[in-house]
């Protein structure tokens, strides 16, 4: 800033300084700081998300993208409810709108499809909301992992279980019983009970397996099992 002086004819000139080594340092800091968080996510095998309450994605890592074929510029901006499946999607968006600022968070189990082109598969997610000052909802924080190989093995178990318990109840009953028509109704009650069945029959057959001495059916017409 030059001081007055005659046309011409600078005498004297004022100079202002201010040290930004402390802002810069900061920044350096800052950015550095963000670098790393960033990597800590990229390198996380579950997937991570963030985005707007009602569905539009506005960060996915890696393993978020790896896992649904699609780069990060294909999922920012779109909504990932449309990838929930139809049987699920209603829960999961009522599991969102009833968070709050004293309840934000909320683990849930739902299908999802990696691709439109493939079948739907197992995931469980821990979702955060995060809200402002006023409670009201800015965002979601989502960590999520695929676990349709866990829901297979559980449902595997539940059902070899289901058939021990229906084979121990049809020994349990048939050493009661004395008459075949009976022992061959409980079994065939139980067996479809163990299967998750509504309908079937048994029959028995003589010694050459081609005449039929004795049928039960259970939920089928006569002209069926004929």
Same mark, same amino acid.
């Given at each position: 800033?030059?001081? =007055? =002086?005659?046309?011409?004819?600078v005498?004297? #000139?004022?100079?202002? =300084? ?5 802002r810069?340092s900061?920044? $350096?800091?800052?950015r550095?700081?963000?670098a790393r ?5 990229? +390198?996380?095998?579950e ?7 009602? @569905?539009?994605?506005?960060? #996915?890592? @890696? ?6 074929y ?6 920012? @901006? ?9 049987d ?6 009522d599991d969102?709108?009833?968070? !709050? =600022?004293g ?8 299908r999802?499809y990696p691709?439109s +082109? ?10 955060? @909301? ?6 009201q ?10 676990? !349709?190989?866990? $829901?297979?093995a559980e449902?595997e ?12 109840t049809?020994?349990? !009953? ?11 109704? #409980? ?8 299967v998750h069945m509504d309908?079937g029959?048994i029959?028995l057959?003589?010694?050459?397996s ?5 049928? #039960? ?5 006569p002209?069926?099992?004929?």
């Amino acid at each position: 800033q030059p001081l =007055a =002086a005659s046309p011409g004819h600078v005498p004297q #000139v004022l100079c202002i =300084a201010t040290d930004i080594t402390l802002r810069a340092s900061t920044e $350096k800091e800052l950015r550095a700081s963000q670098a790393r968080f960033r990597s800590i996510i990229e +390198d996380q095998t579950e997937m991570i998300s963030r985005a707007t309450p009602d @569905g539009i994605c506005t960060f #996915v890592n @890696g393993a978020y993208c790896r896992w649904h074929y699609q780069t990060e510029e294909e999922l920012i @901006g779109r909504s990932f409810l449309h990838r929930i499946h139809e049987d699920d999607r209603q829960r999961c968006i009522d599991d969102i709108k009833n968070l !709050t =600022a004293g309840n934000p968070v909320i683990s849930h189990e739902f299908r999802v499809y990696p691709k439109s +082109d493939l079948n739907s598969r197992w995931t469980i997610w821990h979702t955060r @909301g995060i809200f402002d000052d006023n409670g009201q909802m800015a965002e979601l924080q989502s960590v999520g992992r695929d676990v !349709t190989e866990q $829901k297979v093995a559980e449902e595997e178990l539940k059902r070899r279980n289901d058939a021990l318990i229906a084979l121990s109840t049809i020994a349990t !009953t048939i050493s009661e019983l004395q008459n075949i028509e009976e022992i061959l109704k #409980v079994t065939l009650q139980k067996t479809l009970e163990a299967v998750h069945m509504d309908s079937g029959w048994i029959q028995l057959l003589d010694n050459s397996s081609v005449h039929k001495r004795f049928i #039960v059916s259970q939920n089928l017409s006569p002209r069926m099992v004929k």
